[in-house]
């Protein structure tokens, strides 16, 4: 097994203070938990959960990179309180991040070369790592113009896209062929983080057309922040792809990716892998990718409400919305907005102008209950069941209901394996595909309390 050693870098920032991650002010429910017990889902843009677990073979698949939007594609971050992957689970990016293009050179800052001149093979895409060159295999002659992308510097702060490897040269002729895409890009963010499955932005790999060889794709990039961080055997790969290798040339490999540890220590069992895409040529190896731990004290808060997570020892029980922390108002609303552990208790009914607070919702003068605390039934929320332009792709399982699709306008949250529905749970006990926006999704989940609290009254 190849060891990698972890370079140490200081930002001169507590984590309790580095990127703060603030969240729609007009949110007013708490987050939901993601849930996966075996499930493959496809998820993408930026998530908000309370707890994360990830069980029994789960996993995500990030989608690929759609040459639009590098943060609704190809790019997933995970912003929660608390989050597992068991040792049977993944987070996976592969080949999700700057694409391989029909008889053109890679995409992405330090793609590969050599489509519009090399009637051969051609370069690797670059990353931390540089690409390798296209070769003839005779000798492992260097071929001119089939050079491999650069290695890039990365950020201490954040992690992108790896750069894909070029198509097979097309000076004698359009092929149609097209280099290896790089690897996506992985955020998570929490309190505690246990990594004891796999998370991967691996490059995917070049291929052979007409007997000509096209690059590899770099690996893409991996962030992990957080207060507490674990791992038992769990791996973070950022792998560079080999190259295609025809019978006279051989395509450069992808350059390795980037993995940055925003974490007080690196755990004992974690393994990382970083290398470039492999080579007959050494001419034509990807160069190698690197890993950055950047030490850190302190508890986050990562939603920047002042109050660091209850994962890591602070007071915040849910430290991925600004609007629950121990001083915020009690609301009557089925959520525990002030972390004393019961939902509505205190004062929650002071938000139902004079009427009482009843199983998550203010009493109406029939003796029914209102579902707002704050003003009137909003009229749109009859149509919110049908919008997609919600911002959100929370996934979570109802009971009977293994596997599915939600959309939304920043991310998405597809299953791979069957029809049924997979909703997002609401802990009021409303289950719905998707909230309808920052504001509609207060309305609409509500409302939704309104109807089962009045179904259960019907007379039978």
Known sequence: MTSVRVRARSLGLALASAVPLLLAAGKAMASPDLVLDGQTVSMSGTQHYRYVRLLNGARIVVPAYDGQSGTTTGRLEVIATDILIDGTSSIDADAAGFRGLVDQNGE?????????????????????????????????????GATGGAALTGSLTDVTFGSAGSAPGTAGGGSGGRGGSGGGAIVLRAGKIEISGTVTANGGPGEVVADDSSGGGAGGGVLVQTSYFQSFGGRIDVLGASGGTSTDDEGGGGGGGRVLLLVPAFPNDLHLGILGGAATCAAAQGG??????????????????????????????????????????????????????????????ASCQGAACVAGACATADGGSDALADGPLDAEASDATSSSDTGWADVVPDAGADDAETDGATGSATSSEGSQDVSLVLRGGCSLGAPGGAGGGRWLWLGCVVLVFRHLRRPR
């Open 108 to 144: 992405g800052l330090a793609g590969g070369k050599g489509a519009l001149v090399s009637a051969d093979a051609t370069g690797g895409g670059g990353h931390a790592g540089k690409g390798g060159d296209g070769v003839l295999l005779a000798g492992c002659a260097p071929i001119a």
């Open 288 to 349: 190698l990718g690197d890993a950055t731990l950047v030490p850190s004290s302190g508890c986050v808060d990562l939603d920047g409400d002042g109050y660091t997570s209850a994962a890591c020892g602070g007071s915040d029980c849910d430290d991925s919305d600004p609007l629950v922390h121990p001083n915020a108002t009690e609301l009557c609303n089925g959520q525990d907005d002030d972390c004393s552990g019961v939902a509505d208790d205190h004062d929650a009914s």
